[in-house]
């Protein structure tokens, strides 16, 4: 079995500051590791994702992930948030043994000026 | 556009209907997704092609969902006597690989309302 917690319903972060959204997994097996964004009336985007090898992995748009195996955790993480940041942010992971990539319930990230 | 393309993008049905969601991946796109979205959930796996083969249906809710991708490319998700809980999001996504590592495009979503 495998799932995702996102502990978070919600993160509040001032434009400029830097951001954290925090996920943690279990699999049975390999983890493969995936952040998706959803905006407003738009479909689900890719922003990165972890297979093997280094544990800081860089996305689009300035993101980036941090994998900790013995924490299992792979919390997103961006330097300066910007107000278009704001969105609606999915950690997902599928193990080695299958196809379904299982979703977390989301986190809601709202960047102020 | 290069996208993948869902329609309708919105779909109202009357309870007991038959209803047919399509999804056009991404020309090549070997693999293709189907996913429910309920409100302020996450994605829930559906079932899983790889070019014309449905290699995973395990995240099918019941025998009246039923999806097919006859030709490796255009997918169709139906849902036969539609019932109040089938309301939700039903997102398609494609991707180019195979694998485990295989990150997947999705698009906009139908909107299904059962009334």
């Known amino acids: 079995a495998q799932s995702v917690a996102q502990p978070e319903d919600q993160v509040n972060v001032a434009e400029g500051n830097p951001l954290t959204v925090k996920c943690t997994y279990s699999?049975?097996?390999?983890?493969?590791l995936f952040w998706y964004v959803q905006y407003p009336n738009r479909g689900l985007q890719f922003l990165l994702k972890?297979?093997?090898?280094?544990?800081l992995v860089k996305g689009s748009y300035g993101f980036e992930a941090e994998f900790n195996k013995s924490q299992t955790s792979f919390h997103l993480k961006k330097p300066s948030a910007l107000v278009s940041d704001s969105a609606l942010y999915f950690c997902a992971v599928r193990d080695d043994s299958g196809y379904a990539l299982n979703f977390g319930k989301g986190t809601s990230l709202l960047v102020t000026p | 556009g290069a996208g993948v393309s869902q329609s309708p993008r919105y779909k109202v049905a009357k309870r007991g209907q038959d209803v047919a969601l399509r999804c056009d991946p991404i020309?090549?796109?070997?693999?293709l997704f189907w996913y429910q979205q309920a409100l302020g959930q996450g994605p829930e796996f559906l079932t899983y092609?790889?070019?014309?083969?449905?290699?995973?249906k395990s995240g099918l809710p019941s025998d009246r969902f039923f999806a097919e991708r006859p030709e490796g490319s255009v997918s169709t998700l139906k849902i036969q006597r539609t019932q109040q809980e089938d309301s939700a999001v039903y997102l398609c996504?494609?991707?180019?690989?195979?694998?485990?590592?295989?990150?997947?495009?999705f698009g906009q979503g139908t909107r299904l309302t059962v009334v």
């Open positions: 972890y297979i093997t090898g280094d544990n």
């Open positions: 092609f790889q070019n014309e083969a449905q290699l995973d």
């Open positions: 996504a494609s991707s180019v690989r195979q694998g485990p590592s295989m990150e997947a495009f």
């Open positions: 020309s090549g796109h070997v693999s």
């Open positions: 699999v049975s097996g390999n983890p493969y």
